[in-house]
């Protein structure tokens, strides 16, 4: 049986990542697949960007990487676009926006809002019409999901319906259910298309919030204190994460 550790949402949160990734090792998982935003909003956005290469065998890009890698236009994309330089802009501009693979009889497919559209925004209390869509084939195989996994929302769940099955990893970094850092672990025959044993589990790990607060604090970044209210709360500007 294959374990994968699936990690989303970093968002320039080394404390967060670092507290994610000793789990990880201490769960002896060696296989780390990530589903974008890595940068932007926390003040470290070039060492994530750094260790994400250094221990993801998988990167899919998120909304924010886009933005960084094509907008300019905003206070706070310039900021953290001047901190990650050149190569590493180029590196997250060049991402794929999913993966999908047969594992234990299931196709499963991972992406950060949808497989075919970066901007497509899924929570628990979207209409089915609308989640069914990270279902659709892509052109890679050409054949509907079964297992869809993503991040973006910032909130961790499962959900079965229609004989699929949704999940969502929360994020590492930013979440905004609880204030802890979120990932998920899938387990099951990698490559297998034969019915077998699968596993979705969700994974919440406390970190040191108040070092987060301090990077924050030290630096000039724009919306700063947008972003520590977060990390507190887990509420996004105010209002409540929608499920």
């Known amino acids: 049986m294959e374990k994968i550790a699936v990690i989303s949402d970093i968002h320039g949160n080394m404390p967060a990542l670092e507290a994610i990734l000793a789990d990880i090792k201490n769960k002896n998982i060696e296989r780390i697949f990530c589903l974008g935003d890595l940068a932007g909003k926390g003040p470290s956005s070039a060492e994530v960007v750094d ?31 001047k ?19 047969y594992i234990s009889g299931k196709l499963l497919r991972l992406c950060h809002a949808s497989p075919n559209d970066l901007f497509h925004r899924v929570y628990l209390s979207t209409e089915q019409s609308k989640r069914m869509k990270l279902f659709d084939p892509t052109p890679t195989l050409n054949v509907e999901a079964d297992v869809v996994g993503y991040g973006d929302i910032h909130g961790a769940h499962i959900d079965n319906f229609r004989g699929k099955t949704i999940f969502n990893v929360g994020s590492v970094g930013n979440p905004l259910d609880i204030a802890q850092a979120s990932y998920g672990i899938i387990e099951g025959e990698l490559d297998d298309k034969n019915a077998r044993p699968f596993t979705i589990a969700l994974v919440r790990v406390p970190y040191d919030i108040e070092l987060a607060i301090d990077q924050a604090n030290s630096t000039d970044m724009p919306e700063k204190q947008d972003y520590i209210n977060e990390l507190k709360t887990g509420i996004f500007r105010g209002v409540k994460c929608s499920k």
């Open 51 to 81: 260790k994400i290469q250094e221990n993801c065998e998988v990167v899919i890009k998120g909304n924010w990487d886009y933005y960084l890698t094509e907008e300019e236009d905003r206070e706070v994309l310039m900021w953290h676009q």
């Open 83 to 101: 901190k990650l330089g050149v190569e590493r802009l180029k590196y997250l501009k060049n991402l794929p926006i999913y993966i999908e693979f």
